[in-house]
Structures are given as structure tokens and as C-alpha cells.
């Protein structure tokens, strides 16, 4: 097993943007739940609030002219969701999309002639010189498809707690009377905790295994194992970028 470099020194501009991302991620979702126990208005467009910076702020980060545009729209966006009384439907949505988005970006890696994601960042994290384990191809591949399949669930039960949530859910705002409605206290416990938990434990327990199962890993522990797949995170996504253009490309 290869020497493990010593840990990059923190405490830069970047870091301290990575930590207000992770802030604002961890944020909302306590907020949202909060201001639905609590029924208050106040924070439920606070959650909003968060969202909407948690949605610019990458962009704004990597200076991109249309991320300023982003954050303007998100502004107008919040102003009017206070004045329409409509800022608790938005609540809806981030559980759902968030999940459609990971389902998306790990199954479409599966598709014939892509490289599975996981692969993608078992080499990101190796050596480009040193040789795989014969075993970790396959494994990589059914791993990224339990991760499309973890997220496809979480997605379809949010969406079916939203649309039968009452009072407020999506059927109801829309009019239409659902033979089932659950407590909207029930939808927010699954959507902005459970829901995380249930993503947290998958990801430990694969870990355990995978440890007991490839023992020789690039990486001390868990803690220095997500702080090297957070570095190689971006090569990782750009690789899939290429890939799509150069697939779409003529």
C-alpha cells in the first residue's frame, strides 16, 4: 500500500468556502424541519433563504457573471415566495430533486461505454500507476448502481409523503382531496432528517465493508478517506462532463 501523503494544511480561502457550503447544507434541512414542527413562517422563509444562497453560492465562489445573475434571481424569487405566503411549497422540492439529481449522476454512469462513478473515484484515489485489485471494477460498477437505486427510492417517497401531506401538500395546495394523507410533521421527519440518515448509514456500513473486504486503501480511516474524495470530487465530475460532450459531440 502506497505511503499516504502528509494531510493539506487548512485554513485558506477555499477551505473556508467549503466550510460555509457545508454549513448552509447542514443548515437547511434543520431549518426547514423546524420551521414546519414549529408552523412558523419567519422560518420558513429563513430555510428558503439558506437554500437559495446554498444554490448561488458555487458559482458565486468560482466567479462565474451567471451565478450573479442566480443570486438576484434568488433574491427577487424569495421577496415574492414572503409576499404570495407560498415560501412552505418550496419546502417540497429540495428532497425530491436532490435525490433525482444523485440518482441521475450515479445511474447515467451506467449506461453502456461510460466508466461507472465509483471507479472514476477509486482511480481518482489510487495512484494512476498502481494496479487495482481484479475485483474492484465489478464491485464499483454494483455499487454505483445500489447508490442509483438508494437515491431513486428516497426520491419516489419524498415525492409520495409531499403530494399526501396534510395540511399544505401538494395535492391539497393543488386543489385535488387524496384518499391518504399523512401528517405534514411525518413528511418533514423523513424529508429534512430521516432521509439523511438513511443515506449516512448506507455509506458507513458499505464503508465497514469495504474496508474488511480491500483492505489496502490509499487512506488512513474514514475521516482522512473523505477528506481525499472531497479533494478528487471536481476531477471526478469533470471527467463525467467530458465524457457526456464528447459523447454529444458529432
Do not use: K
Not at 465489478?138 to 426520491?155: D, H, I
Amino acid at each position: 500500500m502506497p505511503d499516504s501523503p502528509p494531510p493539506e494544511r487548512g485554513g485558506g480561502p477555499a477551505d473556508g468556502g467549503r466550510i460555509a457550503e457545508l454549513v448552509l447544507a447542514i443548515s437547511y434541512p434543520l431549518l426547514a424541519h423546524a420551521a414546519v414542527m414549529s408552523r412558523s413562517a419567519t422560518l420558513t422563509l429563513a430555510s428558503v433563504t439558506v437554500l437559495a444562497v446554498a444554490m448561488v453560492l458555487p458559482g458565486l465562489r468560482a466567479g462565474r457573471p451567471l451565478a450573479w445573475l442566480g443570486a438576484a434571481g434568488s433574491t427577487l424569487g424569495v421577496f415574492a415566495l414572503a409576499r404570495l405566503d407560498a415560501a412552505a411549497l418550496v419546502l417540497y422540492l429540495p428532497p425530491v430533486m436532490i435525490n433525482a439529481y444523485f440518482a441521475w449522476l450515479f445511474g447515467h454512469t451506467l449506461t453502456s461505454g461510460r466508466t461507472p462513478l465509483i471507479e472514476r473515484l477509486v482511480r481518482q484515489l489510487h495512484d494512476p500507476d498502481e494496479r487495482l485489485d481484479d475485483d474492484i471494477p465489478a464491485y464499483a460498477a454494483r455499487l454505483t448502481a445500489a447508490w442509483t437505486v438508494l437515491f431513486s427510492s428516497l426520491g419516489i417517497v419524498n415525492l409520495a409523503l409531499a403530494l399526501l401531506a396534510s395540511p399544505g401538500g401538494l395535492l391539497l395546495a393543488a386543489g385535488m382531496q387524496p384518499s391518504l394523507t399523512v401528517p405534514r410533521e411525518t413528511w418533514s421527519l423523513f424529508a429534512n432528517l430521516m432521509n439523511y440518515l438513511v443515506v449516512a448509514c448506507f455509506f458507513l456500513a458499505e464503508y465497514a465493508y469495504r474496508r474488511r473486504r480491500f483492505p489496502e486503501q490509499p487512506y488512513a480511516g474514514l475521516l482522512d478517506f473523505l477528506r481525499r474524495a472531497g479533494a478528487v470530487t471536481p476531477a471526478v465530475l469533470a471527467s463525467i462532463r467530458r465524457e457526456s460532450r464528447h459523447r454529444e459531440a458529432p
